[in-house]
Protein backbone atom coordinates (compact mmCIF):
# COMPACT_ATOMS: atom_id res chain seq x y z
CA UNK A 1 0.00 0.00 0.00
CA UNK A 2 1.54 3.26 -0.92
CA UNK A 3 1.07 6.96 0.63
CA UNK A 4 -1.32 8.19 -1.56
CA UNK A 5 -3.87 5.34 -1.12
CA UNK A 6 -3.25 5.02 3.06
CA UNK A 7 -3.80 8.88 3.27
CA UNK A 8 -7.15 8.76 1.54
CA UNK A 9 -7.95 5.59 4.01
CA UNK A 10 -6.60 7.85 6.84
CA UNK A 11 -8.94 10.70 5.77
CA UNK A 12 -11.97 8.75 5.47
CA UNK A 13 -11.82 8.45 9.47
CA UNK A 14 -10.64 11.31 10.47
CA UNK A 15 -12.19 14.10 7.51
CA UNK A 16 -15.30 11.66 6.23
CA UNK A 17 -16.93 12.09 9.80
CA UNK A 18 -17.02 15.94 10.74
CA UNK A 19 -17.93 16.95 6.74
CA UNK A 20 -20.59 15.02 7.22
CA UNK A 21 -21.56 16.38 10.12
CA UNK A 22 -21.22 19.51 8.47
CA UNK A 23 -23.19 18.86 5.35
CA UNK A 24 -25.69 16.87 6.41
CA UNK A 25 -26.26 19.01 9.45
CA UNK A 26 -25.60 15.94 11.85
CA UNK A 27 -25.30 16.65 15.21
CA UNK A 28 -22.67 13.70 15.96
CA UNK A 29 -19.92 11.95 14.67
CA UNK A 30 -21.83 8.94 14.43
CA UNK A 31 -23.04 8.32 10.81
CA UNK A 32 -19.73 9.48 9.80
CA UNK A 33 -17.74 6.87 11.48
CA UNK A 34 -20.39 4.50 10.81
CA UNK A 35 -20.06 4.53 6.86
CA UNK A 36 -16.33 5.20 7.31
CA UNK A 37 -16.21 1.90 9.63
CA UNK A 38 -18.87 -0.10 7.26
CA UNK A 39 -16.23 0.75 4.12
CA UNK A 40 -13.35 -0.66 5.63
CA UNK A 41 -15.38 -3.58 6.12
CA UNK A 42 -15.83 -3.53 2.89
CA UNK A 43 -12.59 -3.32 1.42
CA UNK A 44 -11.45 -6.51 3.99
CA UNK A 45 -13.98 -8.51 2.09
CA UNK A 46 -13.95 -7.46 -0.97
CA UNK A 47 -10.24 -6.51 -1.88
CA UNK A 48 -8.40 -9.27 -0.06
CA UNK A 49 -11.13 -12.44 0.46
CA UNK A 50 -8.89 -14.99 0.42
CA UNK A 51 -6.62 -14.18 3.10
CA UNK A 52 -9.79 -14.00 5.58
CA UNK A 53 -8.08 -16.60 8.06
CA UNK A 54 -8.04 -16.50 11.63
CA UNK A 55 -4.91 -16.70 13.47
CA UNK A 56 -5.11 -16.72 17.51
CA UNK A 57 -4.04 -12.78 17.56
CA UNK A 58 -7.93 -11.98 15.27
CA UNK A 59 -9.82 -15.06 17.12
CA UNK A 60 -8.33 -13.20 20.79
CA UNK A 61 -9.44 -9.81 19.29
CA UNK A 62 -13.25 -11.43 17.95
CA UNK A 63 -13.14 -13.39 21.65
CA UNK A 64 -12.98 -9.70 23.25
CA UNK A 65 -15.67 -7.90 21.00
CA UNK A 66 -17.77 -10.53 21.32
CA UNK A 67 -17.72 -10.56 25.63
CA UNK A 68 -17.82 -6.61 25.58
CA UNK A 69 -21.04 -6.51 23.37
CA UNK A 70 -22.62 -9.39 25.64
CA UNK A 71 -21.61 -7.22 28.80
CA UNK A 72 -22.95 -4.59 27.29
CA UNK A 73 -26.49 -6.01 25.89
CA UNK A 74 -27.13 -7.68 29.34
CA UNK A 75 -26.44 -4.94 31.86
CA UNK A 76 -28.31 -2.84 29.49
CA UNK A 77 -31.16 -5.51 30.45
CA UNK A 78 -30.48 -5.45 34.42
CA UNK A 79 -30.75 -2.16 34.83
CA UNK A 80 -34.17 -2.47 33.07
CA UNK A 81 -35.34 -4.78 34.79
CA UNK A 82 -33.71 -3.74 37.98
CA UNK A 83 -33.73 -0.19 37.84
CA UNK A 84 -36.46 0.60 35.49
CA UNK A 85 -38.75 2.82 37.44
CA UNK A 86 -35.93 4.29 39.45
CA UNK A 87 -34.84 6.17 35.97
CA UNK A 88 -36.41 8.08 33.26
CA UNK A 89 -37.48 5.45 30.29
CA UNK A 90 -35.03 4.27 28.47
CA UNK A 91 -34.91 4.36 24.60
CA UNK A 92 -34.68 0.98 23.34
CA UNK A 93 -34.55 1.73 19.72
CA UNK A 94 -31.65 3.94 19.88
CA UNK A 95 -29.65 1.27 22.06
CA UNK A 96 -30.69 -1.26 19.35
CA UNK A 97 -29.12 0.81 16.64
CA UNK A 98 -26.12 2.04 18.71
CA UNK A 99 -25.09 -1.78 19.68
CA UNK A 100 -25.28 -2.23 15.84
CA UNK A 101 -23.33 0.53 15.12
CA UNK A 102 -21.17 -0.83 17.45
CA UNK A 103 -20.21 -4.44 16.16
CA UNK A 104 -19.65 -2.36 13.14
CA UNK A 105 -16.88 -0.07 14.23
CA UNK A 106 -15.38 -3.09 16.56
CA UNK A 107 -14.81 -4.80 13.85
CA UNK A 108 -13.28 -1.94 11.82
CA UNK A 109 -10.69 -1.01 14.83
CA UNK A 110 -9.25 -4.36 14.55
CA UNK A 111 -8.78 -4.10 10.45
CA UNK A 112 -7.46 -0.52 10.70
CA UNK A 113 -5.19 -1.89 13.52
CA UNK A 114 -4.15 -4.61 10.90
CA UNK A 115 -3.66 -2.22 8.35
CA UNK A 116 -1.15 -0.27 10.64
CA UNK A 117 0.68 -2.71 11.66
CA UNK A 118 1.15 -4.73 8.69
CA UNK A 119 2.38 -1.50 6.52
CA UNK A 120 5.82 -0.41 6.09
CA UNK A 121 7.10 2.80 8.68
CA UNK A 122 8.24 4.49 6.03
CA UNK A 123 4.82 4.36 3.83
CA UNK A 124 3.36 5.02 7.53
CA UNK A 125 5.54 7.84 8.71
CA UNK A 126 5.02 9.49 4.97
CA UNK A 127 1.13 9.08 5.36
CA UNK A 128 1.03 10.94 9.09
CA UNK A 129 3.22 13.42 7.50
CA UNK A 130 0.52 14.30 4.69
CA UNK A 131 -2.36 14.51 7.63
CA UNK A 132 -0.01 17.04 9.07
CA UNK A 133 0.00 19.46 6.46
CA UNK A 134 -3.23 18.86 5.75
CA UNK A 135 -4.15 19.56 9.71
CA UNK A 136 -1.75 23.00 9.14
CA UNK A 137 -4.29 23.74 6.12
CA UNK A 138 -7.21 23.27 7.81
CA UNK A 139 -5.67 25.53 10.75
CA UNK A 140 -4.54 28.52 8.26
CA UNK A 141 -7.68 28.69 6.60
CA UNK A 142 -9.66 28.41 9.51
CA UNK A 143 -7.58 31.49 10.97
CA UNK A 144 -9.15 33.65 7.99
CA UNK A 145 -12.59 32.92 9.82
CA UNK A 146 -14.52 32.28 6.54
CA UNK A 147 -17.33 29.92 6.53
CA UNK A 148 -16.70 27.74 3.77
CA UNK A 149 -19.85 25.63 4.39
CA UNK A 150 -22.08 28.10 5.33
CA UNK A 151 -22.28 26.89 9.19
CA UNK A 152 -23.13 30.52 10.97
CA UNK A 153 -20.96 28.85 14.32
CA UNK A 154 -18.97 32.09 15.52
CA UNK A 155 -15.76 29.44 15.28
CA UNK A 156 -16.05 28.24 11.60
CA UNK A 157 -12.93 25.34 11.82
CA UNK A 158 -13.43 24.78 7.68
CA UNK A 159 -13.48 21.31 7.46
CA UNK A 160 -14.57 20.69 11.19
CA UNK A 161 -17.70 22.25 13.25
CA UNK A 162 -16.04 23.41 15.78
CA UNK A 163 -12.17 23.84 16.91
CA UNK A 164 -12.73 21.66 19.60
CA UNK A 165 -13.21 18.44 17.49
CA UNK A 166 -10.09 19.85 15.51
CA UNK A 167 -7.87 19.75 18.59
CA UNK A 168 -8.88 16.28 19.44
CA UNK A 169 -8.03 15.20 16.04
CA UNK A 170 -4.87 16.68 16.19
CA UNK A 171 -3.63 15.54 19.88
CA UNK A 172 -2.33 12.59 18.69
CA UNK A 173 -0.89 13.43 15.71
CA UNK A 174 1.28 16.21 17.64
CA UNK A 175 2.02 13.68 20.28
CA UNK A 176 3.55 11.42 17.40
CA UNK A 177 5.52 13.83 15.87
CA UNK A 178 6.64 15.60 19.32
CA UNK A 179 8.11 11.63 19.93
CA UNK A 180 9.94 11.90 16.19
CA UNK A 181 11.51 14.90 16.54
CA UNK A 182 12.02 14.62 20.48
CA UNK A 183 15.18 16.97 21.44
CA UNK A 184 14.93 18.97 17.88
CA UNK A 185 13.50 22.80 16.73
CA UNK A 186 10.84 21.01 14.91
CA UNK A 187 9.13 19.82 17.14
CA UNK A 188 8.86 23.11 19.62
CA UNK A 189 7.89 24.84 16.14
CA UNK A 190 5.50 22.34 15.61
CA UNK A 191 3.53 22.27 18.63
CA UNK A 192 4.09 26.21 18.98
CA UNK A 193 2.35 26.92 15.95
CA UNK A 194 -0.68 24.69 17.01
CA UNK A 195 -0.71 26.00 20.84
CA UNK A 196 -0.54 29.46 19.14
CA UNK A 197 -3.74 28.85 17.19
CA UNK A 198 -5.74 27.87 20.19
CA UNK A 199 -4.28 30.74 21.63
CA UNK A 200 -5.89 32.77 18.63
CA UNK A 201 -8.76 30.81 17.96
CA UNK A 202 -9.64 31.45 22.16
CA UNK A 203 -10.22 27.14 22.13
CA UNK A 204 -8.43 25.41 25.30
CA UNK A 205 -8.20 21.76 24.28
CA UNK A 206 -6.32 23.05 21.55
CA UNK A 207 -3.72 24.27 24.10
CA UNK A 208 -3.81 21.28 26.18
CA UNK A 209 -3.06 19.06 23.59
CA UNK A 210 0.28 20.90 22.53
CA UNK A 211 1.00 21.06 26.49
CA UNK A 212 0.21 17.45 27.23
CA UNK A 213 2.17 16.61 24.14
CA UNK A 214 5.06 18.59 24.87
CA UNK A 215 5.07 17.60 28.43
CA UNK A 216 5.11 13.77 27.87
CA UNK A 217 7.63 13.70 24.61
CA UNK A 218 10.30 15.72 27.01
CA UNK A 219 13.58 14.68 28.51
CA UNK A 220 12.50 14.91 31.97
CA UNK A 221 8.98 15.35 32.95
CA UNK A 222 9.37 16.32 36.36
CA UNK A 223 11.25 19.46 35.44
CA UNK A 224 8.85 20.54 32.05
CA UNK A 225 5.91 20.30 34.61
CA UNK A 226 6.98 22.20 37.07
CA UNK A 227 8.10 24.93 34.93
CA UNK A 228 4.60 24.93 33.12
CA UNK A 229 3.30 25.12 36.46
CA UNK A 230 4.95 28.31 37.01
CA UNK A 231 4.21 29.86 33.87
CA UNK A 232 0.58 28.52 34.66
CA UNK A 233 0.65 30.50 37.81
CA UNK A 234 2.71 33.88 36.22
CA UNK A 235 -0.60 33.89 33.69
CA UNK A 236 -3.21 33.41 36.41
CA UNK A 237 -2.33 35.87 38.38
CA UNK A 238 -0.16 38.94 36.65
CA UNK A 239 -2.18 38.62 33.37
CA UNK A 240 -5.72 39.28 34.75
CA UNK A 241 -7.16 41.36 31.87
CA UNK A 242 -9.91 40.69 29.44
CA UNK A 243 -8.10 39.42 27.08
CA UNK A 244 -7.54 36.35 29.29
CA UNK A 245 -10.75 36.22 30.96
CA UNK A 246 -11.64 32.93 28.46
CA UNK A 247 -8.33 30.63 29.99
CA UNK A 248 -9.33 32.11 33.69
CA UNK A 249 -12.77 31.17 33.32
CA UNK A 250 -12.07 27.73 31.65
CA UNK A 251 -10.06 26.84 34.77
CA UNK A 252 -12.71 27.80 36.89
CA UNK A 253 -14.49 24.69 38.12
CA UNK A 254 -16.97 26.11 40.22
CA UNK A 255 -21.10 25.69 39.27
CA UNK A 256 -21.14 29.10 39.37
CA UNK A 257 -18.89 29.81 36.59
CA UNK A 258 -20.79 31.42 33.29
CA UNK A 259 -18.74 29.73 31.05
CA UNK A 260 -20.84 27.34 28.96
CA UNK A 261 -17.64 24.82 28.07
CA UNK A 262 -16.50 24.50 32.26
CA UNK A 263 -20.68 24.53 32.75
CA UNK A 264 -20.80 21.65 30.31
CA UNK A 265 -18.19 19.35 31.45
CA UNK A 266 -19.55 19.94 35.54
CA UNK A 267 -23.37 19.14 34.06
CA UNK A 268 -22.33 15.46 32.57
CA UNK A 269 -20.75 14.48 35.69
CA UNK A 270 -23.07 16.02 38.15
CA UNK A 271 -25.77 14.11 36.06
CA UNK A 272 -23.26 10.70 36.01
CA UNK A 273 -23.56 11.11 39.99
CA UNK A 274 -27.23 11.97 40.23
CA UNK A 275 -27.92 9.07 38.15
CA UNK A 276 -25.39 6.31 39.61
CA UNK A 277 -27.57 7.27 43.06
CA UNK A 278 -30.55 6.12 41.67
CA UNK A 279 -29.24 3.14 39.95
CA UNK A 280 -25.52 1.83 40.91
CA UNK A 281 -25.64 0.41 37.16
CA UNK A 282 -26.07 3.47 35.37
CA UNK A 283 -28.48 4.57 32.99
CA UNK A 284 -27.22 1.73 30.14
CA UNK A 285 -25.12 1.93 26.49
CA UNK A 286 -26.02 5.01 24.73
CA UNK A 287 -29.06 6.28 27.24
CA UNK A 288 -27.36 9.76 28.26
CA UNK A 289 -29.49 12.37 28.66
CA UNK A 290 -32.24 9.92 27.87
CA UNK A 291 -32.61 8.01 31.19
CA UNK A 292 -30.20 9.60 33.59
CA UNK A 293 -31.28 12.56 36.05
CA UNK A 294 -30.29 16.18 35.72
CA UNK A 295 -29.24 18.52 37.92
CA UNK A 296 -29.19 22.13 38.95
CA UNK A 297 -26.31 22.71 36.23
CA UNK A 298 -28.28 21.66 33.47
CA UNK A 299 -30.74 24.45 34.90
CA UNK A 300 -28.52 27.24 34.83
CA UNK A 301 -27.31 26.11 31.02
CA UNK A 302 -31.01 26.31 30.17
CA UNK A 303 -31.36 29.32 32.10
CA UNK A 304 -28.74 31.12 30.06
CA UNK A 305 -29.50 29.92 26.70
CA UNK A 306 -32.87 28.87 26.32
CA UNK A 307 -31.70 25.10 25.16
CA UNK A 308 -30.06 22.31 26.85
CA UNK A 309 -26.83 21.25 25.27
CA UNK A 310 -24.37 18.41 25.17
CA UNK A 311 -26.68 16.48 27.42
CA UNK A 312 -26.01 13.47 25.31
CA UNK A 313 -22.09 13.76 25.15
CA UNK A 314 -21.24 14.24 28.75
CA UNK A 315 -19.07 16.91 28.21
CA UNK A 316 -16.44 14.35 28.70
CA UNK A 317 -16.45 10.77 28.04
CA UNK A 318 -15.44 9.63 31.07
CA UNK A 319 -18.45 11.03 32.54
CA UNK A 320 -20.81 9.73 29.74
CA UNK A 321 -19.37 5.94 30.65
CA UNK A 322 -19.42 6.37 34.41
CA UNK A 323 -23.26 7.90 33.88
CA UNK A 324 -24.25 4.91 31.74
CA UNK A 325 -22.49 1.90 33.28
CA UNK A 326 -22.54 3.18 36.80
CA UNK A 327 -20.03 0.96 38.84
CA UNK A 328 -18.86 -0.69 35.92
CA UNK A 329 -17.95 2.27 34.19
CA UNK A 330 -16.19 3.80 37.38
CA UNK A 331 -14.09 0.36 36.59
CA UNK A 332 -13.26 0.54 33.46
CA UNK A 333 -12.34 4.33 33.99
CA UNK A 334 -9.53 2.88 36.52
CA UNK A 335 -8.81 0.23 34.07
CA UNK A 336 -8.30 3.05 31.31
CA UNK A 337 -5.95 5.06 33.72
CA UNK A 338 -4.03 2.17 35.17
CA UNK A 339 -3.35 1.10 31.44
CA UNK A 340 -2.47 5.08 30.60
CA UNK A 341 0.05 5.21 33.29
CA UNK A 342 1.51 1.72 32.03
CA UNK A 343 1.89 3.13 28.34
CA UNK A 344 3.61 6.02 29.68
CA UNK A 345 6.03 4.79 31.82
CA UNK A 346 6.77 2.21 28.75
CA UNK A 347 7.67 4.55 26.28
CA UNK A 348 9.33 7.14 28.22
CA UNK A 349 11.82 4.34 29.25
CA UNK A 350 12.38 3.16 25.66
CA UNK A 351 12.02 6.92 24.53
CA UNK A 352 14.93 6.99 22.18
CA UNK A 353 12.91 3.90 20.06
CA UNK A 354 12.84 4.53 16.32
CA UNK A 355 9.58 2.30 16.00
CA UNK A 356 7.42 4.40 14.43
CA UNK A 357 4.23 1.89 14.95
CA UNK A 358 4.81 1.97 18.26
CA UNK A 359 4.93 5.85 18.92
CA UNK A 360 1.81 5.77 17.10
CA UNK A 361 -0.20 3.52 19.01
CA UNK A 362 1.18 4.88 22.15
CA UNK A 363 -0.08 8.61 21.18
CA UNK A 364 -3.49 7.49 20.31
CA UNK A 365 -4.11 6.22 23.61
CA UNK A 366 -2.25 8.74 25.35
CA UNK A 367 -3.40 11.41 23.56
CA UNK A 368 -7.39 9.74 24.38
CA UNK A 369 -6.90 11.50 27.89
CA UNK A 370 -8.32 14.23 26.19
CA UNK A 371 -11.61 13.32 25.40
CA UNK A 372 -12.33 11.48 28.38
CA UNK A 373 -11.76 14.31 30.69
CA UNK A 374 -11.48 17.48 28.91
CA UNK A 375 -14.05 17.15 26.12
CA UNK A 376 -15.80 14.53 24.52
CA UNK A 377 -18.42 14.19 21.51
CA UNK A 378 -19.67 10.61 22.28
CA UNK A 379 -18.52 7.14 21.78
CA UNK A 380 -18.35 7.23 17.91
CA UNK A 381 -15.88 10.09 17.40
CA UNK A 382 -12.23 9.40 15.11
CA UNK A 383 -10.43 10.25 17.86
CA UNK A 384 -12.11 7.51 19.79
CA UNK A 385 -11.74 5.06 16.69
CA UNK A 386 -8.38 5.48 16.79
CA UNK A 387 -8.34 5.09 21.02
CA UNK A 388 -10.00 1.53 20.08
CA UNK A 389 -7.47 0.60 17.66
CA UNK A 390 -4.81 1.14 20.01
CA UNK A 391 -6.55 -0.67 22.79
CA UNK A 392 -6.68 -3.66 20.60
CA UNK A 393 -3.23 -3.34 19.47
CA UNK A 394 -2.07 -3.23 23.18
CA UNK A 395 -3.91 -6.55 24.59
CA UNK A 396 -2.79 -8.16 20.92
CA UNK A 397 0.39 -7.67 22.33
CA UNK A 398 0.85 -8.91 26.09
CA UNK A 399 3.85 -10.54 25.50
CA UNK A 400 6.51 -8.40 26.80
CA UNK A 401 9.35 -9.76 25.17
CA UNK A 402 7.56 -9.55 21.73
CA UNK A 403 6.92 -5.67 21.89
CA UNK A 404 10.50 -5.13 23.38
CA UNK A 405 11.86 -7.11 20.33
CA UNK A 406 9.49 -4.93 18.00
CA UNK A 407 10.78 -1.43 19.45
CA UNK A 408 14.30 -2.41 19.02
CA UNK A 409 13.96 -3.43 15.46
Known amino acids: MNVFYLSMLSSIIIFFPSLSMILLQQSSFTLGVVLASSFFIACRLLVTPRRLYLDIEHRRSISI ?24 EQDFPKFLLSFIFLMLVLVANVIVKDVIYYVDEKTLHSTLKV ?16 D ?11 LFQEPSHFALICAPVLMYFSFIYAGTTTRLIILFMFALWGGYIQNFTMILAAAIAFIITARSVSFTLLVCLLFGLVGFFFLQSDL ?6 RLNLSSGNQNLSTLVL ?13 SWLGSGFQQFGISTLSGDISQQIYSLLRIYINVFDGGSTAA ?23 IFFYIRKHKKSNNKKIIL ?22 SMFFFSVSVFYFMSRTNKKRIIYEINN
Open 131 to 146: ILYILLLNALVSLTKI
Open 148 to 158: VFGTGLAKPTF
Open 266 to 278: LQGWQNAFLTMNA
Open 244 to 249: FSYYTA
Open 65 to 88: ILCFLVFVFFHFALVFYIFGTSLP
Open 361 to 382: FTSLYLASILEFFVRGAGYFTP
Open 320 to 342: KVVGEFGVFGIALMIVYLIGWLK
